[in-house]
């Protein structure tokens, strides 16, 4: 029997209309759909793909919310044994993942395993959060020969980077903005930064002025500092 493939769909950031037409024509053309669950509330990728999975099966991959190593690499792996055993009896599976699967995706770890056993995968690009998010600002994110610097608001140093010439992403910046405005700040930036929360979503929130910006924020919150 012919194994089945995995399809990693990344599906935009939050906004409906954002998802492209190779991702709906997979996830529809697909046996089998999977879900990332953080088991934190609402699901936001079942609600931007719902109208293109009635009737679908859908099997639930655990992404806890953590920073524990052991943990993550033992959800890890029992997520991709769950994709595995279904693709061994030759069904396709379409993994839905806010934004593109290549940017910062959880969904790469599941990946990653599930090719190191021999089966096949695929990638579906998904528009960026950060290029969605310049989009509301109604800006370009880079102009001619600027650099973009995408960095995880985690990052160790972000005063480093924000160092650099060219424009700077600030990306899943919410647990961290009070630390990453003090940086800001400190290297003189806040004037030409931008913050955009839940870009595409309901609960969507644009900071022309970075000085409104409050002390906590959506973990799906977006910082743009002009080069």
Do not use: W
Not at 9 to 35: Q, W
Not at 137 to 162: F, H, R, T, V, W
Not at 179 to 196: A, F, N, R, S
Request: net charge negative; with cysteine.
């Amino acid at each position: 029997m012919e194994k089945g493939t995995l399809y990693g769909v990344g599906i935009g950031p939050g906004d409906k209309e954002l998802i492209t037409l190779k991702a709906v024509n997979t996830i529809k053309n697909a046996d089998i759909i999977a879900l990332p669950d953080s088991l934190s509330g609402k699901n936001r990728a079942f609600e931007i793909i719902k109208e293109y999975i009635t009737g679908k099966e859908i099997i639930y991959i655990t992404m806890p919310m953590t920073k524990d190593k052991e943990k993550l690499q033992e959800s890890h792996t029992k997520g991709a044994e769950l994709i595995i055993n279904v693709l061994e009896s030759g069904k396709n599976i379409a993994f839905a993942t806010l934004g593109d699967p290549s940017v910062y995706s959880t969904y790469m770890y599941i990946h990653r395993i599930v090719e190191s056993k021999g089966y096949n995968t695929v990638m579906v690009p998904g528009v960026t959060s950060f290029c969605a998010s310049a989009a509301r600002l109604n800006m370009s994110l880079c102009d001619g020969d600027e650099p973009l610097i995408i960095i995880p608001a985690n990052y160790q140093d972000n005063k480093e980077l924000l160092k650099l010439s060219g424009s700077k992403v600030l990306m899943k910046s919410g647990r961290k903005i009070a630390k990453v405005k003090e940086e800001i700040e400190e290297c003189g930036l806040t004037d030409k930064t931008y913050m955009v929360e839940n870009c595409g979503m309901e609960e969507e929130k644009i900071y022309k002025d970075f000085k409104q910006t409050l002390d906590e924020s959506s973990y799906f919150s977006l910082i743009i500092v002009k080069g």
